[in-house]
């Protein structure tokens, strides 16, 4: 089927591929043709027939989120369980609940809510991870693809360490990873992609993690997995894996860290040697802070990676993370990186407004394609915010609106989300 091409008026900002700089248009027209921004002007351009007008004048028009981290199985009880630390809460709330999705009502019941929240929250692109369960993954991909949304699903790779209700073989491991691709070929045309997904590293026998780095590099697929965020954890990796050098080496002695085809969450704890590693593969790091905050795992270092040349997206980490909306996690960020520069060394930077908002639009929508920005030759993927209840005492200039929406705002201020260039419709969300 083939676009249409359209006209949007409104006022646009965005963060551009280098981090720390946004630029505002205000009261502009952004043309779009075939999906893709051809260019934004602040005089009306003269079109053809063939361009649909799209109003959207006062409204702020910026690029759509992306939430590169979340556990789908999570859902239910996120907000559970934060008075322990990582490992206790994984065992204790985590592991349980996951073993839920067995059950193909509750997968569903639960997805479809979830997926309904990510189109109200304008999280149009997503790196999800699901359990171990085979046709629970392949039914969350389904519901994506039916809301129009982009993301990469992961069936969760774990042949040790889960317990008895959340443990596959190595052998099942291999063979519902196997059988997961397959089911999935049908989506490839579509926006919801499949990724390799073991947990974490003591979730994985080495066995398995050659079988899936092996895999990765034959059919080139994308990994996402977590590293660094707990001490505990760290030292529990260091007696699983006495050979490698650190974490992150565990996962590149495995070749489970494709080039530019890695996310990898939390990364707090990182050896310099670790950051040359993400900085020359080109690893997407996963911040996530609201989810760091809540079961005690530290803060990230942002701004000293950030100088180093790592990208870096935001995560919910829900049910670590206790919301979907990402301008919750663009605060949080900030937040973060405040707290480290107070209490531990004042001669570093801070981050931006800017590099909270690059983070959760431009760096995380890298991992989808040319999207996360408002810049030509991009995907015209775009929200529409009325922030009229959120500036109506005084006048506030463009970029003062995108602050006071990012910080107080929420789904509610969402009128119209774009996908492709398209409408994105609310999602049925009807339980088959
Ligand atoms: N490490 C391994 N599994 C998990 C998980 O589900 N959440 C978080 N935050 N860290 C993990
Ligand atoms: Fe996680």
Redesign the pocket.
């Known amino acids: 089927m083939s676009k249409k091409n359209y006209l949007f008026h409104g006022d646009f900002v965005t963060a551009r591929p280098e981090p720390g700089e946004l630029t505002v248009y205000e009261n502009a027209y952004a043309l779009v043709r075939d999906g893709v921004l051809e260019e934004i002007t602040l005089i009306k351009p003269s079109v053809g027939d063939d361009v649909i007008e799209v109003d959207w004048k006062g409204k702020l028009i910026i690029p759509a989120f992306s939430d590169v981290?979340l556990?789908a199985v999570q859902y239910v009880t996120t907000g559970l369980g934060y008075d322990k630390e990582l490992l206790p809460w994984l065992t204790d709330y985590t592991f349980p609940e996951e073993a839920r999705f067995a059950g193909r009502d509750y997968a569903a019941r639960v997805f479809a809510d979830l997926v309904y929240d990510l189109w109200s929250c304008g999280t149009l692109h997503s790196s999800i991870?699901s359990s171990i369960n085979t046709d629970a993954t392949v039914l969350l991909a389904e519901k994506l693809v039916g809301a129009g949304l982009s993301a990469y699903v992961g069936k969760v790779n774990m042949d040790r360490n889960g317990g008895i209700d959340l443990e596959e073989t190595t052998e099942e491991s291999i063979r519902e990873t196997l059988r997961y691709l397959d089911l999935m070929a049908p989506f490839e045309s579509s926006g919801v992609k499949p990724i390799l997904t073991p947990r974490f590293a003591p979730s994985c026998t080495p066995e398995l993690m050659r079988w899936l780095g092996d895999l990765s590099v034959k059919r080139k697929l994308p990994v996402q997995s977590?590293a660094n965020e707990n001490l505990d954890e760290i030292e529990w990796v260091k007696s699983l894996f006495p050979d490698s050098r650190d974490y992150m080496s565990v996962y590149h002695d495995f070749d489970l860290l494709p080039e530019r085809g890695t996310v990898m969450?939390h990364c707090i704890y990182n050896t310099d040697e670790e950051l040359e590693m993400m900085r020359e593969r080109d690893i997407l790091v996963a911040h996530c802070p609201a989810s760091n905050a809540n079961i005690a795992s530290g803060i990230m270092p942002s701004t000293y990676m950030i100088d180093k040349g790592i990208r870096i997206g935001l995560g919910s980490?829900i049910g670590?993370g206790n919301r979907l909306f990402m301008g919750y996690h663009m605060s949080s960020a900030m937040k973060h990186s405040r707290l480290r520069w107070a209490l531990t060394d004042r001669s570093s930077r801070i981050i931006s407004f800017a590099e909270a908002f690059w983070m959760g639009t431009f760096a995380g929508g890298s991992f989808f394609g040319k999207t996360g920005a408002l810049i030509p030759d991009y995907s015209f993927d775009a929200l529409v915010i009325d922030d009229g209840r959120l500036s109506r005492y005084r006048p506030l200039d463009v970029l003062e609106r995108l602050q006071r929406f990012i910080f107080v705002g929420d789904d509610r201020d969402i009128v119209a989300r774009y996908r492709g260039g398209e409408f994105l419709p609310e999602p049925n969300v009807m339980v088959k």
């Open positions: 981290h556990h991870f977590h969450a980490d670590g």
